[in-house]
């Protein structure tokens, strides 16, 4: 295996899981499954359409996204919004998240510090 | 005319589970008339941006999976490696033996060299083909059933005293399934010898009236035998008992027919040209065969029990007893 795809390989690893997040996170306000690809690459959130679609619907079947059709408008567009439960699970993600993030900052400082000693 | 979206879309239905398959229809087609939307909007010509669109979304089998959330794989990490073991044992136990047999039958029937080895080739490749699609079956049914890490669906958490004593000598997952594919593996035999294995049936066709249905049931019991063993954790008087039962309910009509020449295809005995003498000797390693194994099977599982009600080790394999000094 070459360094790219070692790389690749524990990139994804990585970020798994991360698009539950923003993906709660953003449909707190309601949106349907191309508005929220979209706003989840302007992000900065590489997301495939077809890892995204499949999502949508089981984060639904979990009970942490409802949804609804809209028919207003003259396409016909499936609308997410979080729920409580969802919102509630996001919040305990980004807790996490962001413990993670110092720990880890923690461990680099650790390291740098026992270097130059 | 269906078109390329229309194609893409059903492509990705014929794989998702009927009652899902409105909504997913509806959602699908609006999020890919979203996507070709903004493309155009940001200046490509229509059909190149359907295409990209199609493209983008990937492989329709794929994102099927996604929509029934299944798992894409047959056999999974956990049961992988029992599955290996057990077809590395068949096929270096079942399989010489099989051979070994086809030849010995064609040599006694003065067969040519050529028809001997033709022969043992043909059995192998048959039996081979039997025991990796009905082992994998089982294997792939457990899995699709939730049959892998610790077993079977456990009736509590896992604590301390869940680990093995080492005593006991209770079933691995490994012993389980073997004692599940034994008895599919001889039901599958019992009615392939009626059409494959010689130009006549092995067994006498008139057992289909009863008697071979029958021990197809019993082998199916044996199959929720080995379920119930497996849930149930440990050997006891109760397991004798019922073990006993199953043993007895498959053996002792064998030995019967064995006894009454009702066991095997007269048309079959006649066309191996053994003569008497050789029947009478192959109907009395049968009978052998099947009680010794019999009684065997019930008095290791009597001995088994005993054993455990009394507290005592069990010899297991790949244990080893540590001395105390």
């Not at chain 1, 295996?1 to 539950?20: F, I, K, N, S």
């Not at chain 1, 929220?36 to 690459?41: G, Q, T």
């Not at chain 2, 794929?62 to 999974?76: E, F, H, V, W």
């Not at chain 2, 130009?199 to 057992?207: F, I, S």
């Amino acid at each position: 295996m070459t360094m790219d795809a070692t790389l690749a390989g524990h990139l994804q690893e990585l970020r798994r899981g991360t698009v539950v997040v923003a993906s709660l996170t953003v449909l707190r306000t309601p949106g349907y499954g191309y508005s929220l690809l979209e706003s989840l690459s302007q992000a900065g959130f590489e997301v495939e359409a077809n890892t995204l679609y499949p999502l949508l619907r089981r984060l639904e079947t979990q009970g942490l996204l409802t949804s609804s059709w809209n028919t207003d408008e003259a396409r016909p567009r499936k609308f997410y919004t979080t729920t409580e439960q969802g919102d509630a699970l996001a919040s305990a993600l980004r807790d996490e998240w962001a413990r993670l993030d110092r720990a880890i900052n923690d461990l680099d400082d650790h390291a740098a510090m026992g270097g130059n000693s | 005319m269906t078109t390329l979206i229309d194609r893409y879309v059903f492509t990705v239905l014929r794989r998702v589970p009927e009652r899902q398959r409105p909504d997913i229809e509806r959602e699908l087609r609006a999020s890919i008339a979203d996507a070709v939307d903004s493309r155009v909007d940001g200046g490509e010509p229509e059909a190149a941006a359907i295409e990209a669109t199609l493209v983008e979304l990937g492989d329709p089998d794929k994102l099927a999976d996604g929509y029934a959330d299944r798992p894409q794989y047959l056999i999974g990490p956990d049961m992988f490696p029992v599955w290996r073991r057990l077809m590395t044992l068949f096929f270096t136990t079942v399989l010489p033996i099989v051979a070994v047999v086809a030849v010995v039958v064609k040599v006694l029937d003065g067969a040519t060299f050529g028809t001997v080895i033709g022969a043992a080739i043909s059995a192998a490749i048959t039996t081979a083909a039997h025991l990796a699609f009905w082992t994998t079956g089982i294997f792939a049914l457990l899995e699709r059933t939730g049959v892998n890490r610790g077993g079977l669906p456990m009736r509590h958490t896992w604590a301390l005293a869940d680990l093995p004593r080492y005593e006991a000598g209770f079933q691995t997952l490994g012993q389980f399934a073997a004692n599940l594919v034994w008895p599919v593996l001889l039901i599958v035999a019992l009615v392939l010898q009626q059409f494959t294995f010689f130009d006549v049936p092995v067994l006498d066709p008139a057992g289909w009236s009863f008697w071979w249905p029958y021990l197809i049931a019993v082998l199916l019991l044996e199959c929720a035998y080995a379920v119930w063993l497996f849930r149930r954790g440990a050997w006891s008087h109760t397991v004798t008992a019922v073990n006993a039962v199953l043993a007895v309910l498959s053996a002792a009509p064998m030995i019967w027919l064995l006894s009454t020449e009702q066991f095997f295809n007269p048309a079959f005995l006649g066309s191996l040209g053994w003569g008497t003498d050789p029947l009478n000797w192959l109907t009395w390693t049968v009978i052998a065969s099947v009680a010794l194994t019999a009684i065997f099977d019930v008095a290791d599982t009597a001995i088994r029990a005993e054993r455990t009600r009394r507290g005592l080790p069990h010899p297991s394999p790949g244990h080893h007893t540590v001395g105390v000094h």
